[in-house]
């Protein structure tokens, strides 16, 4: 059974920052590339980013692309989002998940995910 457990969230004043950390057990989490996303209020499920298993190669959407670092730690199970110069638009719930398949580049499609975790909330506060 995989848990992926996600930790970090809160309120955050516009433009300082937030790392969202999320645990990982079960199945080898080394072995897997894995992604954050995120859902706002009434919104769908978006794509932030995601990172290969050996962390060699990341991707970011648009929207954090910049301001947003995605790093993993497999001896501690760990991935992480650092995200930088937060604004009110980031304000969601957001998810880790582990990829299981391949269908686009990024691993922007949330159907590339076998996995997820609970979410935790970033409320950014102008």
């Known amino acids: 059974q995989v848990q992926l457990v996600e930790s970090g969230g809160g309120v955050v004043q516009d433009g300082k920052s937030v790392t969202l950390s999320c645990v990982g057990s079960?199945?080898?989490?080394?072995?897997?590339?894995m992604g954050w996303f995120r859902q706002a209020p009434g919104k769908n499920r978006e794509f932030v980013a995601s990172?290969?298993?050996?962390?060699?190669?990341?991707y970011y959407s648009d929207s954090v692309e910049g301001r947003s670092t995605i790093s993993r730690d497999n001896g501690k199970n760990t991935v992480r989002l650092e995200m930088n110069s937060l604004k009110p638009e980031d304000t969601a719930v957001y998810y880790c998940?582990?990829?299981?398949?391949?269908?686009?580049?990024?691993?922007?499609?949330?159907?590339?995910?076998?996995?997820w975790g609970q979410g935790i909330q970033v409320i950014v506060s102008s």
């Open positions: 998940a582990r990829r299981l398949f391949y269908t686009s580049l990024s691993g922007y499609l949330a159907s590339e995910y076998d996995y």
């Open positions: 079960g199945e080898s989490f080394s072995q897997y590339a």
């Open positions: 990172i290969s298993w050996s962390g060699n190669s990341t």
